[in-house]
């Protein structure tokens, strides 16, 4: 049993700092593709017709009944039994962006519903097309609604960006991993990490909270 | 789809699916105790206490819980606390899901109309009888939903200690996938398995919520 010791965390900064941009990358680039993946999925389920909506909802099922884990076990080796061969990283965004996709679109769907039907038929009446009363009406409204519903999984997100460490993608995780391999000191660096992931956290948890405060003036 | 591989390798998987079912009871029993004790700490009148509890809170749903696991597995032997794999996980998991269970048993109590405290005080019950024989039965039926997806959520979760290579059922198929090559077939098993387990846990939970529903 060694003493603690945390100067020899001090030597990795640069790489620890690295390894926040690209968990930062991963969760921005997750977020962006599960909340449009999120619309679309929502939106398949309510309105596409059958022979789209029960692939898709059968997904959703899966995805949300399995560990992020081993969904990324699946895409990453799955795409490239299929002939498609993507670096770590674009199967690491994919998987967090599918994942929470789905997780999204479970809101999203309710949030559809809950818009007045009134939005719709005033639309229509003003001759609106059903796609441009859905892409103008009633998805902002939905999404509005929900936000704080997307938000929290935004910030699950974050947290979960860590299992892609998993499969080799040069995050937070990995750098620690990479200096504990030089340092033998996982107790300092790991401590080091839940920090740097608590401050990320607290960032966008108060991001969000301005967000949502926006969104209530603004109504 | 290679069947005659998914019938070969399938025992491996029940066997793993038990290791899941293990880890996920016994860290969800830890999860309870410290769920209960972290909701006391909470609510009580002490401001150390309740300090205490919503610093708990925030750290362990604030970081990751991989991280957690990796302090406790990988760091603990240089504070003096050496785990076998499996012990780390149930001890990693329980402590990660007490935060989040705290939660929704603060939220069940905080849940039961104010006047039921009221009217038990004024008929003469201490502030322990109204807590006991009000409170707690009352807001207990109120806990069982958001407990329930907390319980859901860790079965999920109990994939991390694969990472800590506990021989689970994502270890297994992790393992599989790298031997066979077959990674749809062995994702379909270990799918398989998961919705059985969180399938039994979200009927025995419906069956509680029913039973005990206020209505």
């Known amino acids: 049993m060694q003493g603690l010791d945390f100067s020899v965390v001090t030597p990795y900064t640069d790489i620890l700092l690295l390894g926040v941009w690209w968990t930062v990358v991963l969760t921005v680039s997750g977020a962006i593709i599960s909340f449009f993946f999120g619309i679309f999925f929502a939106v398949a389920v309510l309105y596409a017709p059958k022979v789209i909506a029960y692939p898709i909802r059968f997904f959703m099922w899966l995805f949300m009944g399995t560990p992020l884990l081993l969904q990324l076990f699946l895409i990453y080796f799955g795409l490239s039994q299929i002939g498609i061969n993507v670096p770590a990283l674009a199967a690491g965004i994919i998987g967090l962006g ?55 999984n935004l910030i699950v997100l974050l947290k979960e960006s860590s299992l892609v460490s998993i499969i080799g993608i040069a995050e937070l995780v990995h750098s620690a991993q990479l200096a504990i391999s030089e340092t033998f000191r996982p107790f300092e660096f790991y401590i080091t990490v839940a920090a740097l992931y608590y401050i990320l956290n607290l960032v966008l948890e108060t991001g969000l909270r301005q967000v949502e405060k926006q969104v209530e003036v603004s109504r | 789809m290679d069947f005659p591989l998914m019938l070969r390798v399938f025992p491996f998987f029940v066997e793993a699916a038990w290791v899941t079912v293990q880890i996920s009871v016994l860290s969800l029993l830890l999860g309870l105790v410290v769920a209960a004790v972290i909701a006391s700490a909470k609510m009580s009148g002490s401001f150390a206490l309740r300090a205490f509890g919503s610093f708990y809170v925030s750290v362990f749903r604030g970081t990751p819980c991989l991280i957690q696991l990796f302090v406790l597995y990988f760091g603990g032997p240089q504070i003096g606390i050496n785990l076998d794999p499996f012990a780390a996980g149930v001890i990693g998991l329980g402590l990660n899901i007490g935060a989040y269970m705290a939660e929704s048993i603060r939220g069940g109590i905080l849940g039961v109309e104010r006047g039921q405290v009221e009217a038990a005080r004024t008929i003469g019950f201490s502030k322990l009888q109204t807590l006991r024989l009000v409170v707690l039965p009352q807001a207990a039926r109120l806990m069982i939903r958001p407990l329930g997806v907390n319980a859901i959520g860790l079965i999920k979760g109990s994939a991390l200690v694969s990472t800590i290579s506990v021989v689970e059922l994502t270890y297994t198929a992790q393992r599989f996938i790298g031997s066979t090559y077959k990674p749809f077939e062995i994702f379909g098993i270990a799918a398989l398995l998961y919705m059985i387990i969180i399938y039994a846990v979200s009927r025995a939970v419906d069956g509680l919520d029913r039973r005990y529903a206020i209505n």
């Open chain 1, 98 to 152: 599918l994942h929470f996709a789905v997780y999204n679109a479970d809101v999203m769907r309710a949030g559809i519903i809950s818009v007045d039907v009134g939005q719709t038929e005033g639309a229509r009446s003003i001759g609106f097309g059903r796609l441009q009363t859905l892409r103008y009406i009633v998805i902002p409204q939905a999404v509005r609604n929900t936000l704080p519903a997307i938000g929290n």
